[in-house]
């Protein structure tokens, strides 16, 4: 059997795809930013986009980083809940 893995960088989902809800769990800096940008356009309104591991001085920061670029860049504001699940909401 041949199994083949698309890096989120290198995928291109088709113009008509949304997301309601999305769990980001790479703990990696440019994965997480590279799923940001290709996700947020098509989150649904209303949609929420959770990223794990975004405590601060966690030994993986840099989600938490690249949530904080992608949110500063887009005008937007995240949380932080139950100390470490980085959720950006889109508005309605």
């Known amino acids: 059997m041949?199994?083949?893995a698309t890096a989120i960088q290198d995928f291109n989902?088709?113009?008509d795809t949304q997301f309601c809800f999305v769990l980001?769990?790479?703990?990696?800096y440019l994965p997480t930013k590279a799923a940001l940008e290709k996700l947020w356009p098509h989150l649904s309104p209303?949609?929420?986009i959770v990223i794990n591991d975004c405590q601060p001085e966690h030994v993986y920061d840099g989600s938490?980083?690249?949530?904080q670029e992608f949110s500063a860049?887009?005008?937007l504001v995240?949380?932080?809940?139950?100390t470490k699940l980085g959720v950006l909401r889109r508005p309605r």
């Open 73 to 75: 860049a887009q005008g």
């Open 24 to 28: 980001l769990d790479v703990d990696l």
């Open 13 to 15: 989902f088709p113009e």
């Open 78 to 82: 995240f949380e932080v809940l139950e």
């Open 46 to 48: 209303g949609g929420i």
């Open 2 to 4: 041949t199994t083949c």
């Open 64 to 67: 938490r980083q690249a949530l």
